[in-house]
C-alpha cells in the first residue's frame, strides 16, 4: 500500500511509495529526486555513483534525503573546484538547498540539523571520477554549511543501498557487492545525459 498522496507534503506527491512489511511506508528515490517528511517514514534509494545527503532536525523528528549527481563533463577528473557557484555547483547547490529549505519550512532549525551522507561510488566505466566529485561536493558543502556530518560512507567500487528513517535518524545501509543487471547503472548513464543538457533554473534561498 503506497503513502496516500493526501497524507504527503505538498510536493511530494510524484514520489514512488509503497507499504514495506518490514519498514512501514516507504518512500522511493530516483536520481534527481528527494523527499521530507514529518512522520514516521522510511526512504529508500540505490545509489552507485550518485550522492545521498540524510537531513533531519533531531529535535522535532523532520527530515529527509535527496539523490544527485553532478554534470561533469566525461573524462574530466575536477568539474568542481570548491567555492565556485558554476554551472557544476548550482546543481549540488540545488539538490541541497532544496532539501534543506523544505525541512526548515516544515519546522525543522538550522541548529538542530544533521546529516549523514553516502555514494560517490566508482561504478560506471568511462565516468570513474564522477562519484568522487560527488562525494568531495557534498563534504565540502556541508563543511562551508557549517552542518555536522554524523555518519558517512564515501567512495568505493560497489553500489549502496540505503533505508533512512529521519524521524529517528537511523541508517540500514547495504553494500551490493555486484549488480544482478545494469538497471542501476543505465538509470544513472541516462540521468547523467539529461543533467548535462538541461541548465538549472531559479534560486533557492536558505532559511
Given amino acids: 500500500m503506497a503513502i496516500p498522496v493526501e497524507s504527503r507534503l505538498p510536493g511530494f506527491e510524484h514520489i514512488n511509495t509503497y507499504y514495506d512489511k518490514e519498514h512501514g511506508a ?16 522510511a526512504v529508500v534509494t540505490v545509489l552507485g555513483s550518485c550522492v545521498s545527503a540524510c537531513v533531519r ?4 523528528g523532520i527530515g529527509g534525503m535527496n539523490h544527485f549527481m553532478l554534470p561533469i563533463q566525461e573524462g574530466e577528473r575536477s568539474g568542481w573546484t570548491g567555492g565556485v557557484v558554476d554551472q557544476v555547483t548550482r546543481f549540488g547547490n540545488h539538490a541541497m538547498e532544496h532539501l534543506i529549505n523544505d525541512i526548515l519550512s516544515q519546522g525543522g532549525m538550522r541548529k538542530n540539523l544533521e ?29 562551508e554549511e557549517g ?19 529521519p524521524k529517528t535518524g537511523r541508517v540500514l545501509m547495504k553494500k551490493l557487492a555486484s549488480l544482478h543487471n545494469d538497471t542501476l547503472i543505465e ?3 541516462t540521468y547523467f545525459s539529461s543533467i548535462k543538457e538541461a541548465p538549472v533554473t531559479g534560486e533557492v534561498d536558505l532559511f
Fill in 26 to 41: 516507504t518512500a522511493k528515490l530516483l536520481p534527481g529526486e528527494y523527499y521530507v517528511t514529518t512522520k514516521p517514514e
Fill in 57 to 60: 532536525d533531531r529535535v522535532f
Fill in 115 to 143: 546529516v549523514k551522507v553516502f555514494g560517490g561510488g566508482r561504478i560506471i566505466q568511462g565516468l570513474s571520477d564522477i562519484g568522487a566529485c560527488n562525494a568531495k561536493f557534498v563534504i565540502d558543502y556541508l563543511n
Fill in 147 to 165: 552542518l555536522p556530518i554524523v555518519s558517512q560512507d564515501l567512495n568505493g567500487n560497489y553500489p549502496r543501498k540505503i533505508y533512512y528513517f
Fill in 187 to 189: 538509470r544513472e548513464k
